[in-house]
């Protein structure tokens, strides 16, 4: 499905990270893996640092402690905030939506919306195309997009698949009407028969959790999970990523009557350094147009990895001027979407740090 | 207020003959979460009182209850 | 937040129940009552029946029921089908979303957007929003499914003789879509995070993962047990809140929308309880016929299909044949409250289903 949109720009983003930071290094002790291939995994994978939260920590914190901090910078106005949009799949609670928790504890106006998607690694494209349409509404005229999840607390310490990958963080982007009415494209596809490629089995309403669920079982190949814990089929994963990517990015640049050349960047989800290596390889893109570094600075951060990846490279530069880019997030759901844009020049691109209170 | 009044209706709330001024809220059979939704009901529609969350918790006796209905009446 | 919206309207609702209904003067021994407490509670809250959907059976499986019988019966075409929106509380899975599960299950195409909104008793008017903007983005022709189901049961102990008599499992699906009328449909959206603790699970995701310590019962008054993993409910929060900020918003909307409160047929609220909506009522100086209160008494209160359920109950009949002033009100947790003005139907479909697993 194909998309237009026009009339509006990210005015500023913001990424949240946790303060503590585990090394792979320190972690692979804990595999019932041989040292030389935890290194040689280390090597592919990109697995190097990565920023979790504490227990308890929740998205809620991290959101709230970096909004305070724009308004607190003079970043950002609380009055003008009209919609929070908060893409999640770590919520505080089934019930209030975590969004509002969010609204109430910064004492946001009534007169807003707060609304929480769940949606996986395609979800700050699709929270972009989520603002843009909420924009089309009068009443709206900046919009807070939230992505962030805590999935480290689901992570069995014993999966080495996952458990090295992860990584915390939120990122906050601002959403605005922009005057110059440039066009940005964007498709977005969904495959809901291979939903179970990444699951957390109990839970929800389908397994609620009890002991059984909590207890550790053997998922093949050395690695242990409980059904309360999140699964992740890599090579379906692998697959899915080589097999659809290409297309979607190949589709959108036709579309809007562009090529490789002619794209500044490639900004995509960071699952892991292997993955993204080979889609550059198929998709003929030179390596220094697809930055490939957040995994091994902090770990898949989930739907807020594309705002890590701008962060990370391109924090000075996108204050300053303008890039054309092409974003592009896939994984759970399966969901694939991608998104080409002029990005900058931002009002503010900055990157909080989140220290715990005990 | 017409505070006989008041509390004849209390009376009919908690299913009971009559009720005190003195009498304490917890020590009465019917007073549960479904008595104090009447009570806000009943000082809502017939007395013009909005009476908060909290307010309603830190009455005692049944005459704390007359005396924050009135105080709340418009 | 204010929204307009032109060019939209709703073709279609079927609302999906649990087939078996559960008599309240059955199950009131389970809730520790005297026969006597029972008569009054009975009473006061215009108690009957409600349905409960067994524990292997979730809010997803009802709503997926609704889609199929509209598919079955040729009121939307696959093909047609550009996006599926479900709003819940009480989802399948933390992850993956269940839209996406659904969109399997109902084998939809790749360009269907599917998306998870977590919403409750204010879920059916925001799902509308959510699906007039989207309509805008898709090619003509293209229609959305909006799914609202919850099944709050999962989220009490049946011997909870406050919440659990008045609880009710339930999935429904709207099909929206563009039309050529204008049909302009006006809507007022609110949240109140600050008065979250009035409806809210503590425990169960991520604030406070679910433990043995979670799932013990507590004692909260005379008959009241509720774990950490149930909703819990400030009785008087809710009620100051459903007094004065909804009938203030339905007011605020009125006038948005030039209307009056005479010139509205039918305010279709979410139903709470009859005893707060009878109070509601006469605090907005309504005539009863105009606000219908009679969901709970045979359905219990089914969160953000309330309204569904309210619509085909009361102007079921009417609808198929009629278009009608209405006023939508859902209000809940959050807090969150959305009220909105808009002429409904003629619709193709208006009707309540019993639930019916697959065969295996």
Same mark, same amino acid.
């Given at each position: 499905?194909?998309?237009?949109?026009?009339?509006?720009?990210?005015?500023?983003?913001?990424?949240?990270?946790?303060?503590?930071?585990?090394? %792979?290094?320190e972690?692979?002790?804990?595999?019932n893996?041989?040292? #030389?291939? /935890?290194?040689?995994?280390?090597?592919? !994978?990109?697995?190097?640092?990565?920023?979790?939260?504490?227990?308890?920590?929740?998205?809620?914190?991290?959101?709230?402690?970096?909004?305070?901090?724009?308004f607190?910078?003079?970043?950002?106005?609380?009055?003008?905030?009209d #919609?929070?949009l908060?893409?999640?799949?770590?919520?505080?609670? %089934?019930?209030?939506?975590?969004?509002?928790?969010?609204?109430?504890?910064?004492?946001?106006?009534?007169?807003?919306?707060?609304?929480?998607?769940n949606?996986?690694?395609?979800?700050f494209?699709?929270?972009?195309?989520?603002?843009?349409?909420?924009?089309?509404?009068?009443?709206?005229?900046?919009?807070?997009?939230?992505?962030?999840?805590?999935?480290?607390r689901k992570?069995?310490?014993?999966?080495?698949?996952?458990?090295?990958?992860?990584?915390?963080?939120?990122?906050?982007?601002?959403?605005?009407?922009?005057?110059?009415?440039?066009?940005?494209?964007?498709?977005l596809? !969904?495959d809901?028969?291979?939903?179970e490629?990444?699951?957390?089995?109990?839970g929800?309403?389908?397994?609620?959790?009890?002991?059984?669920?909590a207890?550790?079982?053997d998922?093949g190949?050395?690695?242990l999970?409980?059904?309360?814990?999140?699964?992740?089929?890599?090579?379906?994963?692998? @697959?899915?990523?080589?097999?659809?990517?290409?297309?979607?990015?190949?589709?959108?640049?036709?579309?809007?009557?562009?090529?490789?050349?002619?794209?500044?960047?490639?900004?995509?989800?960071?699952?892991?350094?292997?993955?993204?290596?080979k889609?550059?390889?198929k998709?003929?893109?030179?390596?220094e147009?697809?930055?490939?570094n957040?995994?091994?600075?902090y770990?898949?951060?989930?739907?807020?990895?594309?705002?890590?990846?701008?962060?990370?490279? %391109?924090?000075?530069?996108?204050?300053r001027?303008?890039?054309?880019?092409?974003?592009?997030?896939?994984?759970?759901?399966?969901?694939?979407? &991608?998104?080409? !844009?002029?990005?900058?020049?931002?009002?503010?691109?900055?990157?909080?740090?989140y220290?715990?209170?005990? | 207020?017409?505070?006989?009044?008041?509390?004849?209706?209390?009376?009919?709330?908690?299913?009971?003959e009559?009720?005190?001024?003195?009498?304490?809220?917890?020590?009465?059979?019917g007073?549960? &979460?479904?008595a104090?939704?009447?009570?806000?009901?009943?000082?809502?529609?017939?007395?013009?009182?909005?009476?908060?969350?909290?307010e309603?918790?830190?009455v005692?006796?049944?005459?704390?209850?007359?005396?924050?209905?009135?105080?709340k009446?418009? | 937040?204010?929204?307009?919206?032109?060019?939209?309207k709703?073709?279609?609702?079927? /609302?999906?129940?649990?087939?078996?209904?559960?008599?309240?003067?059955?199950?009131?021994?389970? +809730?520790?009552?005297?026969?006597?407490?029972a008569?009054?509670?009975?009473?006061?809250?215009?108690?009957?029946?409600?349905?409960?959907?067994?524990?292997?059976?979730?809010s997803?499986?009802?709503?997926?029921?609704?889609?199929?019988?509209?598919l079955?019966?040729?009121?939307?075409?696959?093909?047609?089908?550009?996006?599926?929106?479900?709003?819940?509380?009480t989802?399948?899975?933390?992850?993956?979303?269940t839209?996406?599960?659904?969109?399997?299950?109902?084998?939809?195409?790749?360009?269907?957007?599917?998306?998870?909104?977590?919403?409750?008793?204010?879920?059916?008017?925001?799902?509308?929003?959510?699906?007039?903007?989207?309509?805008?983005?898709?090619?003509?022709?293209?229609?959305i499914l909006?799914? @609202?189901?919850?099944?709050?049961?999962?989220?009490?102990?049946?011997c @909870?003789?406050?919440? +659990?008599?008045?609880?009710g499992?339930?999935?429904?699906?709207?099909?929206?879509?563009?039309?050529?009328?204008?049909?302009?449909?006006?809507?007022?959206?609110?949240?109140?995070?600050?008065?979250?603790t009035?409806?809210?699970?503590?425990?169960?995701?991520?604030?406070?993962?679910? &433990?043995?310590?979670?799932?013990?019962?507590?004692?909260?008054?005379?008959?009241?047990?509720?774990?950490?993993?149930?909703?819990h409910?400030?009785?008087?929060?809710? %009620?100051?809140?459903?007094?004065?900020?909804?009938?203030?918003?339905?007011?605020?909307?009125?006038?948005?929308?030039g209307?009056t409160?005479?010139?509205?047929?039918?305010?279709?609220?979410?139903?709470?309880?009859?005893?707060?909506?009878?109070? !509601?009522?006469?605090?907005?100086?309504?005539?009863?016929?105009?606000?219908p209160?009679?969901?709970?008494?045979?359905?219990?209160?089914?969160?953000?299909v309330?309204?569904?359920?309210?619509?085909?109950?009361?102007?079921?009949?009417?609808l198929?044949?009629?278009s009608r002033?209405?006023?939508?009100?859902?209000?809940?947790?959050?807090?969150?409250?959305?009220?909105?003005?808009?002429?409904?139907g003629?619709?193709?479909?208006?009707?309540?289903v019993?639930?019916?697993?697959?065969?295996?």
């Amino acid at each position: 499905m194909n998309f237009k949109f026009r009339g509006k720009r990210i005015s500023g983003m913001a990424v949240v990270l946790p303060e503590r930071e585990l090394s %792979f290094l320190e972690e692979m002790k804990n595999f019932n893996f041989p040292e #030389a291939r /935890s290194l040689k995994l280390k090597e592919v !994978m990109g697995y190097n640092k990565r920023r979790v939260v504490e227990p308890g920590c929740c998205v809620s914190d991290l959101a709230v402690h970096g909004l305070q901090q724009l308004f607190d910078r003079g970043l950002l106005k609380k009055e003008e905030i009209d #919609a929070i949009l908060l893409v999640t799949q770590t919520a505080d609670h %089934f019930m209030p939506s975590t969004s509002s928790l969010i609204q109430g504890r910064l004492g946001l106006k009534q007169d807003m919306l707060c609304l929480d998607l769940n949606l996986a690694c395609a979800g700050f494209v699709i929270g972009l195309m989520q603002a843009f349409m909420l924009l089309e509404q009068e009443s709206v005229k900046k919009v807070v997009l939230i992505n962030g999840d805590v999935l480290s607390r689901k992570a069995s310490p014993k999966d080495r698949n996952i458990y090295p990958l992860i990584g915390d963080a939120v990122s906050i982007t601002v959403v605005e009407r922009d005057a110059s009415n440039a066009t940005i494209h964007a498709n977005l596809h !969904m495959d809901g028969t291979r939903a179970e490629t990444l699951i957390i089995p109990a839970g929800g309403m389908r397994m609620p959790s009890t002991p059984e669920t909590a207890k550790l079982e053997d998922v093949g190949d050395n690695n242990l999970l409980a059904k309360d814990h999140v699964f992740m089929d890599g090579s379906a994963v692998f @697959n899915f990523v080589q097999t659809e990517v290409p297309p979607m990015i190949e589709s959108l640049l036709a579309t809007a009557g562009t090529t490789v050349e002619h794209i500044d960047y490639f900004l995509c989800h960071q699952p892991n350094r292997f993955m993204l290596q080979k889609l550059a390889d198929k998709m003929k893109i030179p390596y220094e147009k697809m930055p490939n570094n957040v995994v091994e600075n902090y770990g898949n951060t989930g739907s807020a990895t594309i705002p890590m990846v701008i962060a990370l490279n %391109f924090q000075e530069r996108v204050q300053r001027e303008k890039m054309r880019v092409c974003m592009a997030g896939f994984g759970g759901g399966l969901a694939w979407a &991608s998104m080409l !844009m002029e990005l900058g020049a931002m009002d503010f691109n900055t990157t909080i740090e989140y220290k715990q209170k005990s | 207020m017409n505070k006989q009044e008041f509390y004849q209706r209390l009376a009919e709330i908690l299913d009971t003959e009559e009720v005190k001024p003195e009498d304490t809220l917890k020590q009465l059979d019917g007073w549960d &979460s479904l008595a104090v939704l009447s009570v806000l009901a009943l000082a809502d529609s017939k007395y013009g009182a909005s009476i908060k969350a909290d307010e309603i918790r830190a009455v005692v006796t049944a005459a704390d209850l007359a005396n924050l209905v009135e105080s709340k009446k418009k | 937040m204010k929204c307009v919206f032109k060019n939209k309207k709703i073709s279609a609702v079927i /609302s999906v129940v649990p087939k078996e209904e559960l008599r309240f003067d059955d199950e009131y021994p389970n +809730y520790k009552l005297t026969e006597d407490k029972a008569r009054r509670f009975k009473k006061m809250m215009s108690l009957d029946r409600h349905r409960i959907a067994p524990p292997e059976v979730c809010s997803s499986d009802l709503c997926q029921y609704g889609v199929e019988q509209l598919l079955a019966e040729g009121t939307i075409k696959k093909e047609e089908i550009g996006a599926l929106l479900f709003i819940s509380q009480t989802p399948d899975y933390f992850i993956p979303p269940t839209s996406n599960v659904l969109h399997g299950k109902l084998g939809l195409g790749l360009d269907v957007q599917c998306f998870d909104i977590n919403q409750g008793c204010a879920g059916f008017p925001l799902g509308l929003m959510q699906a007039f903007m989207l309509l805008d983005l898709l090619p003509a022709g293209q229609k959305i499914l909006l799914l @609202n189901g919850d099944t709050c049961s999962k989220q009490l102990s049946n011997c @909870n003789r406050i919440s +659990y008599p008045l609880a009710g499992d339930a999935g429904s699906v709207a099909i929206v879509e563009r039309c050529a009328e204008e049909n302009p449909i006006y809507m007022d959206v609110k949240h109140d995070g600050s008065r979250h603790t009035a409806l809210m699970v503590p425990a169960g995701a991520y604030r406070m993962p679910s &433990s043995p310590e979670t799932m013990k019962l507590r004692e909260k008054e005379e008959g009241v047990v509720q774990s950490l993993e149930h909703i819990h409910m400030d009785g008087p929060a809710v %009620f100051n809140f459903t007094m004065s900020d909804i009938p203030a918003q339905i007011e605020d909307v009125l006038k948005f929308s030039g209307n009056t409160w005479e010139s509205i047929q039918h305010y279709l609220l979410h139903q709470p309880n009859p005893f707060i909506l009878k109070q !509601m009522t006469e605090k907005m100086k309504l005539p009863p016929e105009k606000l219908p209160s009679n969901v709970v008494s045979i359905y219990g209160n089914c969160s953000s299909v309330s309204i569904p359920l309210n619509i085909a109950l009361n102007c079921g009949d009417i609808l198929l044949k009629e278009s009608r002033r209405v006023l939508l009100s859902g209000f809940g947790t959050g807090l969150t409250w959305i009220s909105m003005v808009m002429d409904l139907g003629p619709l193709q479909v208006c009707k309540i289903v019993d639930y019916q697993a697959a065969a295996k």
